[in-house]
């Protein structure tokens, strides 16, 4: 039996190794019912995306607790720290809270492994969460997917509202080859009697899920269809945009979180706000828009030198990052750092930093499915990449090398992005 938050971490790192990613419902289903079924009638707003997931939760959050209301929130990965996962308001679930739900699984953990059917690490933790959420009292939870939807370890609530913030090329050898196949495995969390909202305007996507709406017969609300952003203003202190939706209209809203893909993030995030909560009042949304942030996305982690990470995963979030980096910084150097997981498109990444890039230097984590950084390497121009395999000295050389008017980018993978944060801060 553990006993301390060490040991938890250690099992969850073994169980990752062990079992890895193994999608389907019937363990959850399985796992939930020798626990209680903990899940069932909390309120939930369910969250899928490819890009998105996590700043689009962040503002409902903030809205909805200047309302004054009791918010739960389940994310994925973490930062720092397993606990930020699980969430009432902005507090984290203490270690004692979690051991103590951690031990509570345990008997049923063991069991299930002797029945052959041991339930994966996110599985153990989504479910760890409701049960905390349902012992703690909440009025409404956020749930993030871990990955995909349909088949998602989150899948198995009965939502008041769902949201699918984005779609692009992710996942591939799980999801889909194509962006109407990812956009599929997406709309699974599209329920009955829950109203979706979606930010996908590319036409095959968007069409896959026009086409789940009409067979589940719920409201849909799209952004730049029913949802709209206008009036947006972007300068050196941050940015802001006016919103309309059905009868609502507000002017000049102030956005913290930097980069034109998280005006849309926030647009989706107040249509939620208006369709779970009615009559919200204008302050709230001014109030939480204006105080939400999300660590690691565009996060500025060090002025001189200029140092930024962000999480982009992902092609499409590499596009976001370099369009924002020359929204923010155009008449900057740009010197990145990357690593990624292997089962990314890593190539189409690189590829996309090299035509910005002043300099790239790939190196590598400690991770299984972490990608070798000789293997990196081999998908860079020429004239611009650096091996370093030293992920730490990487990033205490690239300090060093950049200078005024350059900024120094560290991405590729937000579980790299989580070491990096503790370094960087800990050596300062």
Not at 87 to 110: A, C, H, M, T
Not at 177 to 197: D, H, S, V, W, Y
Not at 250 to 264: D, F, T, Y
Not at 274 to 279: A, H, K, L, W
Request: net charge negative.
């Amino acid at each position: 039996m553990v006993t301390d938050m060490n040991e938890i971490n250690r099992f969850f790192e073994e169980r990752q190794v062990q079992l890895g990613m193994n999608f389907g419902l019937s363990r959850m289903e399985t796992l939930l019912a020798k626990l209680g079924n903990p899940h069932v009638g909390l309120k939930y707003i369910h969250i899928a995306g490819s890009n998105g997931k996590g700043s689009t939760l962040q503002f409902i959050k903030e809205i909805l607790l200047a309302e004054g209301l009791r918010v739960a929130s389940f994310t994925s990965p973490y930062l720092i720290r397993l606990n930020e996962q699980v969430k009432i308001n902005r507090e984290e679930i203490s270690d004692e809270d979690f051991v103590s739900g951690f031990q509570e699984l345990w008997p049923i953990v063991q069991e299930m492994d002797g029945e052959g059917n041991g339930p994966t690490q996110f599985e153990i933790l989504t479910a760890m969460a409701f049960s905390y959420f349902s012992k703690k009292g909440t009025d409404l939870v956020l749930l993030e997917t871990g990955l995909g939807g349909r088949l998602d370890t989150t899948n198995v609530v009965q939502p008041l509202l769902s949201i699918i913030t984005s779609i692009s090329l992710e996942h591939t050898n799980i999801l889909g080859n194509t962006l109407g196949e990812i956009a599929f495995e997406k709309a699974g969390i599209i329920k009955r009697g829950a109203p979706i909202i979606s930010g996908v305007t590319t036409e095959e996507p968007a069409k896959v899920i026009e086409d789940k709406v009409r067979s589940m017969d719920v409201p849909y609300y799209q952004i730049d269809k029913d949802v709209h952003v206008h009036a947006i203003k972007q300068d050196e202190l941050g940015q802001s945009f006016s919103f309309s939706f059905k009868d609502t209209t507000i002017e000049n809203i102030a956005v913290k979180m930097l980069g034109r893909h998280q005006i849309n993030n926030a647009a989706l995030a107040i249509a939620a706000a208006t369709i779970v909560r009615e009559d919200i009042p204008e302050q709230s949304i001014r109030k939480g828009i204006g105080e939400a942030q999300w660590n690691g996305r565009f996060e500025i982690i060090s002025n001189e030198p200029l140092i930024i990470i962000d999480g982009a995963h992902n092609p499409a979030g590499i596009e976001v990052l370099l369009n924002t980096l020359k929204t923010r910084y155009p008449d900057y150097r740009y010197r990145f750092i990357f690593s990624s997981f292997r089962d990314k498109d890593y190539a189409t990444m690189l590829q996309l930093l090299d035509t910005e890039a002043s300099q790239i230097t790939v190196t590598e984590f400690k991770h299984e499915r972490a990608a070798n950084a000789e293997v990196l390497y081999e998908q860079c121009s020429k004239e611009k990449r650096e091996l370093e395999k030293d992920w730490q000295k990487a990033i205490i050389t690239g300090k060093q090398r950049t200078n005024a008017r350059e900024v120094l980018v560290i991405t590729g993978s937000l579980y790299f992005l989580s070491l990096v944060r503790k370094f960087v801060y800990s050596v300062e």
